[in-house]
Structures are given as structure tokens and as C-alpha cells.
């Protein structure tokens, strides 16, 4: 089963080597973060805060060429986590002469969620990966929010 979510915050985690940026999502109740890169994370966080750019960033430009040749994006789904990598699905339709055509497309998660944030499109998340990453929302900080059990 698949649950919508939405993203929450950017923040860091913890790994070897120093804290790593993550985008976390809110779903059935818990959070769930999502490595990403740094410019992954200010990309969508400077969405998330409504900051403009100077220059169309690469999945501005991707929406914008996509929505030019007729196609919408209808959903983005993180659908499977395996040996701590997460893996994602972008649902995605063409129209031509008014009939519908879709497609799914193989994404990494940042990007997936990079666009869903620009175009404020559902977020799925699937049991399976709420099940082995969610975490419970006192666990997670937020800048110098620092709760319990972080």
C-alpha cells in the first residue's frame, strides 16, 4: 500500500565521514529521511521557502520542457529501499490529439522529490519503506531544534 506524504524539512543526518543533508518526508505519522546531495537539499529547500532563482536550475528547465510538449506529471512514488538506497518512480502522462499516454520513469529520490516540490504533485510512499526507514518524529531535528533521542 502506498501512503501520500509531504516533505517537511531539510535537514542533516548523521552517517560516517559528518552529517549529510536529507530531505524528510511526513507519512502515516512518522518521518522518513532521504539522503540527498547538498545541492539537491538547497535546491528544495529554496523551493520549499519560495526563493527565486536568477537561472532556471536543471528541473525547473525539465518542467518546463516537459509541460511545452503537452506531458504532466502526475505523481512521484518511493517505492523500494534495498541495502539503504532508495529508489523512486515519476508517473507521468502525454496528451496527444486529447488522448492520454502514460509513462514511468526510474528516478533517484532527489529528483523525484526536487520536481514533485516545483510542481506540487502527490508524493507516495510505499509501506515497505515507511516499515525499514520511518522514524519516530522526536528522532528527527530540525537546524537547532534538538529533540529527544536525536
Known sequence: MEHEAEVVGVGAGSAPGGDVPAVVLGVRGEYVPIFVSGDQARSIGMVLEGEPFDRPLTHDLLVEILTEFGGAI??????????????????????????????????????????????????????????????????VQFGDDRREGS
Open 74 to 139: 502526475d505523481r512521484v512514488r518511493i517505492d523500494d529501499l534495498t541495502d539503504g538506497t532508495f529508489y523512486a518512480k515519476i508517473d507521468a502522462q502525454r496528451y496527444e490529439n486529447g488522448e492520454p499516454e502514460s509513462f514511468v520513469f526510474d528516478a533517484r529520490p532527489s529528483d523525484a522529490l526536487a520536481l514533485a516540490v516545483r510542481i506540487d504533485c502527490p508524493i507516495m510512499v510505499s509501506d515497505d519503506v515507511i516499515d525499514e526507514a520511518g522514524r519516530h518524529p522526536d528522532s
